[in-house]
């Protein structure tokens, strides 16, 4: 591994998981490293493991004034230098029924998936534009292939490769690299935090919803848990990162983990509706036909529903107000 002493970049989502494993390995490649938490006390455990080459970071990537403080610290402490990297790996997810999904989860997943890494990059990109730094944006494989029940997460991450592909093109001229981690199964704190409650997830439903998807969640939880488990170590993507920063000629996108490949692949090469198939079985849901009987529903006001899934209780709201609900303001 070759080293980039001097070099400086700032890791989100350092706490734990994927931003730790880039934090650590960077800071070994000689790197200084800002490494950006939300809680002191997972900084200061950060510190003592990596030594004076990591400086933890205080940011919310959903909050400006917590981004515009991490970018004045930054800025004071490089005196005059800029950025040579920006690793964008903050991330939360959640599984369940699109259906049933709430307005506020919804929102939450995007502030903090979507909006939140471009809101982080922004800030930062007058110090890595007097650097010609790269941007590293960890996107996901499910933004190539949607999954049963991770709808709202895979859809965050599609977004993201996009503003990042996009972001790739305008940022060129001025020598800036842009590059995506498109990380498969990792086995990472956050699978338990995703995956490990099913029967939480299925008690957040309304009845009729634990009753036509309850089934469903627990073969699909079953399936995708047991493979997160068995999934790549976060150094693997570490790894990846630490090429996109020091390579002479970094790739536009890393497509790294266990299974990685495969689930790129195969939407290219097959037909939509046997790519359906192969998913159904993959997660246990290939029992679950258009026969199934465990979903009969009554036919309900539309706006009760709306109530709901935007977390109201009165079934006399207003459509105004459920409208007023449905913003992420």
């Not at 004076?52 to 005196?79: C, F, G, H, W, Y």
């Not at 949607?146 to 993201?160: D, H, Q, R």
């Amino acid at each position: 591994m070759s080293e980039k002493s001097g070099q400086v970049a700032v890791i989100t989502g350092a706490s734990s998981g994927i931003g730790r494993a880039c934090a650590l390995l960077m800071v070994r490649a000689g790197f200084q490293v800002f490494a950006g938490v939300r809680r002191p006390e997972d900084g200061d455990k950060l510190a003592i493991e990596a030594g004076n080459r990591l400086m933890p970071l205080i940011i919310d990537v959903t909050d400006i004034e917590s981004i515009a403080a991490a970018v004045k610290e930054v800025t004071a402490t490089l005196q005059g230098r800029g950025l040579d990297g920006l690793v964008n790996v903050a991330g939360i997810g959640i599984t369940g029924p699109l259906e049933y999904v709430k307005a506020a989860d919804l929102c939450r997943i995007f502030q903090v998936n979507v909006f939140g890494q471009l809101a982080v990059t922004q800030a930062f990109l007058p110090l890595i534009r007097n650097a010609r730094g790269r941007i590293v944006n960890m996107s996901s494989v499910g933004a190539h292939i949607a999954l049963p029940f991770g709808g709202v997460l895979t859809a965050s991450k599609g977004a993201l490769g996009l503003l990042s592909d996009a972001l790739r093109m305008e940022l060129r001229p001025f020598g800036i690299r842009v590059c995506v981690i498109e990380p498969a199964s990792i086995k990472t704190p956050a699978v338990d935090k995703t995956l490990g409650d099913v029967d939480g997830v299925i008690r957040r439903l309304p009845p009729e919803g634990a009753r036509c998807y309850g089934d469903m969640l627990r073969a699909f939880t079953k399936r995708a848990y047991a493979t997160e488990l068995n999934g790549s170590a976060p150094e693997v993507v570490a790894r990846a990162v630490h090429h996109a920063l020091t390579a002479r000629r970094p790739r536009i996108r890393y497509t790294v983990g266990k299974g990685a490949k495969l689930l790129t692949i195969l939407p290219r090469l097959l037909p939509d509706r046997l790519l359906d198939r192969i998913r159904a079985r993959m997660f246990g849901l290939s029992v679950f036909t258009e026969d199934s009987k465990q979903c009969e529903t009554q036919i309900e006001n539309p706006l009760v529903r709306m109530a709901a899934a935007t977390g109201q209780t009165d079934s006399k709201q207003s459509e105004t107000s459920i409208k007023d609900k449905l913003s992420c303001n």
